[in-house]
């Protein structure tokens, strides 16, 4: 997420990083989710708020917060890139706590669905690509809830610095 918050930087933004450990699913994403809600109490002030970005597993870790950890207080703008919010059959290929959670149908994201409707509460935008080889099927991106907007890149990983990603979030944020 570096290019991602240089070039938010670069468009005016006061941009916060947070890096979620660990990282790769060995702990439940409402493990993680817990971390933005600690790193939220330590830099903004009480009643403060603020937009979230988030890529892959963390727009699912993000989403998490917004649903159950009262996010949707404090967040005006909502932005997922390549987030599988439906699940992923990828997630079938490891067997840790956080895949478990990622996979289609699995009790985190029945429990996510069940309230979806409340992120009609922010600006909510969810930016995928058909050729996601990592969020399978790529339109598990898509929420009915979400601006959801294509992008044409070749990759998952490459979706945070994909120029037109890049300045498609800077516009979302805008609104």
């Not at 703008?77 to 290929?93: K, Q």
């Not at 907007?149 to 979302?172: D, G, K």
Request: glycine share 6%.
């Amino acid at each position: 997420m570096a290019r991602m918050a240089a070039h938010l930087r670069a468009e005016g933004w006061t941009v916060h990083t947070i890096d979620l450990v660990p990282n790769w699913g060995q702990s439940g994403l409402d493990d993680l989710a817990a971390q933005i809600a600690a790193f939220v109490e330590r830099t903004f002030a009480a009643g403060e708020s603020f937009d979230i970005v988030g890529f892959s597993m963390g727009g699912l870790v993000s989403r998490y917060y917004l649903q159950r950890l009262g996010g949707l207080e404090r967040v005006r703008r909502f932005v997922t890139i390549s987030s599988p919010h439906r699940g992923s059959l990828l997630a079938w290929l490891i067997p840790n706590a956080g895949c478990r959670q990622m996979r289609p149908g699995s009790a985190f994201l029945r429990d996510l669905w069940h309230d979806v409707e409340r992120l009609r509460q922010v600006r909510f935008t969810s930016f995928w690509t058909p050729f996601d080889l990592t969020i399978v099927p790529a339109w598990s991106s898509v929420l009915p809830v979400a601006d959801c907007r294509r992008i044409w890149c070749i990759a998952h990983p490459l979706m945070v610095s994909e120029r037109r990603c890049l300045t498609s979030v800077a516009e979302a944020l805008r609104k």
